[in-house]
């Protein structure tokens, strides 16, 4: 049997278990190379903790020690909380910290998806080092309407009962900071497409709570967007969000869209949104929220609301993964840190 074995605090490995014996072997994992592995990270890979052979070795725990998972738990922790939503449901909260930089109030940065019946992703992601190392903490908030607890976990953050989710968003990222986890005024939120959604309803329900948010080619325009079926949308979008025709979800959706709900004359955190021509998601609904938000929100330079479009695929090409990323993470030093 053939499987991959993630954590919040090692990187992806594919593991093959043999049935008949019930021994396993790492077939691959990112950095294997455990002394390279062990300088980026920190210290010197001990020489007495023995090598990987280069044709597999067998890596059964009774022959050989820990050392032989590329895991990072030495560096960085990982820790988990039930988190009350204001509704008394309890929302599942992962924390990953470095243990040589974490201290009380440090920065942090919450993540959410909440749509689909999708589980939030939780892997070890490299391109996080850069704010881990710099005492941030990740956190990740497994909000309603994902699928970390069943069909009934999805379905209670879904079309007319949608802002469970934003709820559980913000009673999260309300516990990071009363709990002393993050300090106030240091706190961004993270969403990618309908996880863009969630950060930015949370947003406009409380707009005092974050400093910045990234939203990656986020739906913004969910009203409008729905109302027009010849858009590239799916039956199970409209299953997802809410079929506006009927009178009941129409005003559902009015509520928790977030360009139909941005505050006047209220201080908004820095937000940076990309977004792409090539996206299901029309182009248009990022730069209609921005516009908007820009119009109606008091106005703060050291707050600023930006948009970055790009024609490219971005997610084909790892050179632009990358500069995307690190555009994302200088953003939020530079909101976050100079607070």
Known sequence: MRFTISSPVMPDAVVDYNLLNGKWQIVQQQNM??????????????SSAGKLSSDG???????????????????????YYDVPSKDGVLVPLTLVYSRKHKQ????????????????LDKRWRSELKSLLDRGWVIAYADVRGGGGYGKEWHWDGARTKKMNSIYDFVSCGEFLLEKGIIQENKLAGWGYSAGGLLVASAINTRPDLFRAAVLKVP???VCNTLLHPILPLTAIDYEEFGFPVDH????????????DNIQKDVPYPAVFVTSSFNTRFGVWEAAKWVAKVRELTQYDPERPVILNLTTDVVEESKYLETKELATETAFLIKMVNNT
């Not at 062990?38 to 890979?45: I, R």
């Not at 590329?70 to 820790?79: D, F, I, T, V």
């Not at 009380?104 to 589980?119: F, K, Q, R, S, V």
């Not at 009941?248 to 360009?259: A, C, V």
């Open 33 to 46: 190379l455990h002394e390279r592995t062990k300088v980026l990270y920190g210290n010197a890979f001990a």
């Open 57 to 79: 070795a067998d890596l059964s725990s009774e022959d050989l020690g820990d050392c032989d998972w590329n895991e990072l738990s030495e560096y960085y922790a990982c820790e």
């Open 104 to 119: 009380e109030g440090n920065p942090g940065l919450l993540h959410g998806h909440g749509a689909y019946g999708e589980i």
């Open 219 to 221: 739906f913004l325009d």
């Open 248 to 259: 009941e979800e129409f005003l559902s959706i009015k509520k928790y869209s977030p360009y």
